[in-house]
């Protein structure tokens, strides 16, 4: 059996036919392109962090459970006592998870454009997924096309990014709740832009049997520790457990991850700096001729270039030492659009400076 028929044997059609996620070598480059919060820890806070990994016990399994870090989030988020958390390597493994739970073939339900990790995780599974466009003047639900898709297809789950990626917005929230309403399935509210953004739908676990909140750590600025957290009724969170695989979360990731959140202030201060540059940003780019950003509840900003231009603008800012995220090429809504994250001042203004040569380079 040659390599390529052995290939084609084992491995299913649905992987087979599938591009692996790329992520962009930022070597040399000013890092705008992937949601990081761009500032470090003070180095009062590192010491105390590193004299704490010293008593790591790395010769041992770290905790199944992950008890103290469990408890750590639901201080910080006040999640009422009688729902529980599901941790996962970053949100990507909570993704898999609750989709690898469902029967064969079932039907996976987002707007799009959404988090790609969405649809790439259903397409490895084999399972039915189904994106419905957002409105084009606004990136808002399209209440009518949703509700008509969930009657057709019954999706066993909804994932609403709340804010969106990519687009940056918060979805109407009037919307969200006719569509937990109408689903027959679970709806995962996927708020991992919550620090930068002023709404949450926590506090509403409670009153649907079938609504799940998902977090992560990441764009708050532990990107490296790769953590995540399901919220949601016991009964649910009970059944993912099972297909969870053990110790899905290190020992350095749980000492790491209380210690932080444990000092939470620094995280704090960082994040009002984002929002507070998210908004000059903002503004810099309405100046600029050509260039329409969109509001943005997240730490990046989408922005629309001049027709037919998004490519040259990107490849011309990162021939400038600055990276960004090209998202002309998903098409739909996002034609022309490229999106930039918030970073340091002076990163900021490295992009604002590339991003007008460029269109000097155009004109």
């Given at each position: 059996m040659t390599q390529s028929n052995l290939i084609s044997h084992v491995i299913r059609k649905e992987v087979l036919a599938m591009s692996?996620?790329?992520?962009?070598d930022a070597t040399g480059l000013v890092k705008l392109d992937a949601m990081e919060n761009?500032?470090?820890?003070?180095?009062?806070?590192?010491?105390?962090?590193?004299?704490?990994?010293?008593?790591?016990p790395l010769n041992r399994y770290p905790d199944p459970d992950a008890k103290t870090l469990v408890q750590t989030l639901k201080q910080l988020t006040q999640i009422p006592d009688q729902f529980e958390m599901l941790l996962g390597n970053g949100s990507d493994e909570i993704i898999q998870l609750l989709l690898m739970a469902l029967?064969?073939?079932?039907?996976?339900?987002?707007?799009?454009?959404?988090?790609?990790?969405?649809?790439?995780?259903?397409?490895?599974?084999?399972?039915?997924?189904?994106g419905v466009p957002l409105l084009t003047d606004s990136f808002d639900l399209d209440l009518p096309a949703?509700?008509?898709?969930?009657?057709?297809?019954?999706?066993?789950?909804?994932?609403?990014a709340y804010p969106n990626n990519p687009t940056a917005?918060?979805?109407?929230?009037?919307?969200?709740?006719?569509?937990?309403?109408?689903?027959?399935?679970?709806?995962?509210?996927d708020e991992a832009y919550a620090p930068f953004a002023s709404a949450s739908f926590l506090d509403q676990l409670d009153c649907y049997g079938n609504l799940l909140v998902m977090r992560t750590v990441s764009k708050l600025g532990l990107a490296g520790l790769r953590l995540g957290y399901l919220m949601g009724r016991p009964e649910i969170i009970e059944q993912l457990n099972k297909i969870r695989l053990p110790y899905n979360i290190n020992s350095l990731t749980q000492m790491?991850?209380?210690?932080?959140?444990?000092?939470?202030?620094?995280?704090?201060?960082?994040?009002?700096?984002?929002c507070t540059e998210r908004g000059l940003v903002l503004n810099a780019l309405n100046e600029l001729n050509g260039i329409t950003p969109f509001p943005s509840a997240a730490n990046f900003i989408l922005f629309k270039t001049p027709e037919n231009t998004a490519t040259d603008i990107f490849l011309s800012i990162k021939k400038q030492g600055v990276l960004i995220k090209n998202m002309a090429g998903q098409g739909g809504v996002l034609t022309d659009c490229l999106r930039v994250t918030i970073g340091k001042p002076e990163e900021n203004r490295a992009f604002l400076?590339?991003?007008?040569?460029?269109?000097?380079e155009l004109n």
């Open positions: 692996a996620y790329k992520v962009a761009p500032y470090s820890w003070p180095e009062a806070i590192k010491l105390k962090w590193l004299e704490l990994l010293k008593d790591c029967p064969e073939a079932s039907a996976v339900l987002a707007p799009a454009p959404g988090f790609v990790m969405y649809k790439q995780i259903s397409d490895s599974l084999g399972l039915k997924y189904i949703m509700l008509e898709a969930i009657e057709q297809h019954q999706p066993r789950v909804i994932f609403l917005n918060l979805f109407n929230e009037a919307a969200i709740v006719e569509i937990i309403k109408a689903s027959p399935g679970l709806v995962i509210i790491s991850a209380v210690f932080a959140l444990s000092n939470k202030t620094f995280f704090d201060e960082q994040t009002k700096m984002i400076e590339a991003l007008k040569c460029s269109l000097r």
